[in-house]
């Protein structure tokens, strides 16, 4: 059943922090691939936030004031149309089903905010999101100017709806929070399929299949973000998913991947042994790592502060660095040169929800903020050695980044992505060949 009293209390919750004016948020677009064929189609993450509604063409309107109203614009029904791409609401169906207080065919859109724009103080827009979409609704603002001399003004002012709506997204509810434990059980299965089907001598592409048949039979049929599944040296390249490299005995893999499930994404990364068994070398980056992400969701804690985690897995890392020879001087010293960023360049963890890089400030005003219950974050600390003449050779090329999803509690956290294997031991245990 759907629960259109969840999207409704969302609303609400927007309008009374708008007080008073007009919000417009329009859905995502179509993307064209190439000829008569579309890239799958996702809709606007807060558009579907505050209505439930997936269809393309759609555009939520809200009006703040005394009395309310929730309006939506979307497609008609066309019987043509509905045979040849399938089943669309229609205002009438839209309206009933999903609770909006009234519903128009998104070809009225022009002319119905012309007249519901006239008189508003304040228009709420994603402004700078779509180009089309600015010149549009300004042109229309423009429209309404020129009608005052009809007593008729246009908003006068102009704010962007993602300072309410982010930080509305950043606490996530008992749904959201439902739907990404569903999305990390079904990714954490998907991590686990990989480990035991690895085997020296497969294709990353084969392995990335894997995954994706793990994601579709469990109803996400798409990843939240393109997965990397990376062996050896391609692991030390962050944004690697090429995919079509053949594993190599001997060598690590590192698997960063998450479904979507039901609009809301998991990220996870895994790093093993392509066969079973982690090499001394590997094995003592490895366990550095994990330190490290240990201790960073160890401060992953409400009360600290967004960098807390962060600080936490440098100053293991720096240490670790240091014992690998890769580093020198102190613990101190490294993190005051930062000369750890040769060998970890990224931060450790993001906002994750509907987006896998989820909406959310991390400062308030030039202060990190503090972490609260319901604020959903990855801890991905890893370590990326690339061949140097400074780097001990048994190190090259070892690429490393542990990864897990964790919300924040009133009273500490939880991490929902634990099933995967993660200490050395349950990785050869799992992937141990008969
Ligand atoms: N998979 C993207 C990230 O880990 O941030
Ligand atoms: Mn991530
Ligand atoms: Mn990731």
Not at 32 to 45: G, I, K, L, V
Not at 61 to 76: D, K, T, W
Not at 111 to 131: R, S, T, V
Not at 360 to 382: C, F, H, S
């Amino acid at each position: 059943m759907f629960d259109y009293a969840l999207y409704a209390q969302r609303r609400r919750r927007l309008l009374n922090q708008m007080q008073r004016g007009i919000a417009i948020i329009p859905n995502a677009s179509e993307k064209q691939r190439n000829s008569d064929a579309d890239h799958p189609y996702r809709f606007d993450s807060s558009f579907y936030y505050l209505s439930g509604f997936a269809e393309p063409e759609s555009v939520l309107v809200l009006v703040a004031g005394e009395q309310p109203q929730s309006i939506l614009f979307c497609r008609e029904k066309d019987r043509e149309r509905e045979i040849w791409h399938g089943y669309r609401s229609g205002p009438d169906a839209a309206q009933e089903q999903f609770g909006f207080d009234a519903a128009y065919s998104i070809a009225r859109l022009d002319e119905k905010l012309a007249e519901l724009m006239g008189n508003q103080p304040a228009l709420f827009y994603p402004l700078g999101a779509d180009a089309a979409w600015d010149q549009r609704i300004l042109r229309l603002r423009g429209s309404i100017q020129e009608k005052t001399r009809s007593g008729i003004r246009a908003p006068d002012e102009i704010r962007d709806v993602r300072t309410l709506l982010n930080e509305m997204r950043l606490f996530k509810d008992g749904h959201e929070l439902d739907i990404l434990r569903r999305a990390a059980a079904i990714s954490t299965g998907a991590h686990r399929r990989a480990m035991q089907f690895t085997r020296s001598g497969q294709f990353e592409y084969e392995v990335e299949a894997e995954l994706l048949h793990e994601f579709c039979r469990n109803g996400a049929r798409d990843p939240a973000y393109t997965s990397i599944v990376a062996g050896g040296a391609n692991a030390c390249v962050l944004h690697y998913i090429e995919n079509n490299a053949r594993l190599q005995d001997g060598d690590l893999l590192l698997i960063d991947a998450g479904c979507e499930f039901k609009g809301y994404a998991s990220d996870i990364t895994r790093t093993f042994p392509v066969n079973g068994k982690f090499r001394p070398e590997q094995k003592d980056v490895y366990e550095i790592v994990l330190a490290a992400q240990t201790a960073a969701i160890a401060a992953a804690l409400p009360g600290n502060n967004w960098e807390a985690p962060h600080n936490a897995a440098l100053r293991i890392l720096a240490q670790g660095f240091i014992d690998l020879k890769l580093c020198h001087g102190t613990v101190e010293g490294v993190l005051e040169s930062e000369s750890y960023k040769k060998y970890y360049m990224h931060r450790t963890g993001h906002w994750m929800g509907m987006d896998v890089h989820d909406v959310g400030d991390y400062k308030i005003g030039d202060q990190w903020r503090n972490l609260q219950a319901g604020m959903v974050m990855t801890v991905e600390p890893g370590c990326y050695i690339r061949p140097a003449d400074d780097v001990p050779l048994a190190l090259w090329n070892i690429g490393i980044r542990i990864e897990d999803d964790v919300v924040i509690t009133a009273t500490g956290n939880e991490v929902l992505t634990d099933a995967a294997p993660k200490t050395v031991y349950e990785i050869e245990e799992l992937m141990r060949h008969e």
